[in-house]
């Protein structure tokens, strides 16, 4: 079992940034990946970036060139830093982590943390 925690969502005015954590309570080292989705007002939920093992992202298109996410392994941390946001950016953001073994896959997802862009 993993228990994921974000903080940082808050209010921004647009061009501003944001940096989000998402703590785990165990060793996130070996997890198959760990990422961010998003939820806007009346819409799907959507990818926004993910870090494998090896440290392979896979960024939104929306996204690329503002966003970044890093791991700090020796933390058990993932972070998102959000720069250049947009009001379209509003969401709330949840941090995702994957753990495989021999048998199946486990999906953990955090509470997610709002995220609120003015224009």
């Known amino acids: 079992q993993v228990q994921l925690v974000e903080s940082g969502g808050g209010w921004v005015q647009a061009g501003g940034s944001l940096r989000l954590s998402c703590a785990a309570s165990r060793s996130i080292f070996s997890f198959k990946s760990m990422g961010w989705y998003r939820q806007a007002p009346g819409k799907q939920s959507e990818l926004v970036v993910t870090?494998?093992?090896?440290?392979?992202?896979n960024y939104a298109d929306s996204v690329k060139g503002r966003f970044t996410i890093s791991r700090d392994n020796a933390k058990n941390t993932v972070y998102l830093q959000m720069n250049s946001l947009k009001p379209e950016d509003t969401a709330v953001y949840y941090c995702?982590?994957?753990?495989?073994?021999?048998?199946?896959?486990?999906?953990?997802w955090g509470q997610g943390t709002q995220v609120t862009v003015s224009s």
């Open positions: 995702n982590a994957v753990v495989q073994t021999m048998r199946t896959t486990f999906n953990y």
């Open positions: 870090v494998m093992t090896a440290d392979s992202t």
